[in-house]
């Protein structure tokens, strides 16, 4: 089995920041683009930012500039450094990958369960 599991999520500040992880682990042969997104109370979920697996970063308009996304090909680890916290940026957090595992021929879209962030006033 393959599996995605987020940690990092807290009450933060306004204007704090707050480092996000997410590692993938099971039997996984190829760890290709994985990506943020967030889902707040009432809203749709959206694209955060995304990376591919040589480390090419994009970002939602939302966050540039103050959030920054990273990956440890390695360690099979995702993470999101989010600075100039808002109470706009307040929701589950959730981490997404494309992941090709040794027991199956084609790559599968994987979730994680998601890290609840909240930034106060």
């Known amino acids: 089995q393959v599996q995605l599991a987020e940690t990092g999520g807290g009450l933060v500040q306004a204007g704090g920041s707050l480092r996000l992880s997410c590692t993938a682990s099971?039997?996984?042969?190829?760890?290709?683009?994985m990506a943020w997104y967030r889902q707040a109370p009432g809203k749709q979920r959206e694209l955060v930012g995304s990376?591919?697996?040589?480390?090419?970063?994009n970002y939602a308009d939302s966050v540039k500039g103050r959030f920054t996304i990273s990956r440890d090909n390695a360690r099979y680890t995702l993470y999101l450094e989010m600075n100039s916290l808002n109470a706009e940026d307040t929701a589950v957090y959730y981490c997404?990958?494309?992941?090709?595992?040794?027991?199956?021929?084609?790559?599968?879209?994987?979730w994680g369960q998601g890290t609840q962030v909240t930034v106060s006033s």
């Open positions: 997404n990958a494309v992941i090709m595992s040794t027991s199956e021929w084609r790559a599968r879209e994987y």
């Open positions: 099971g039997s996984i042969l190829i760890l290709n683009e």
């Open positions: 990376i591919t697996k040589s480390g090419s970063p």
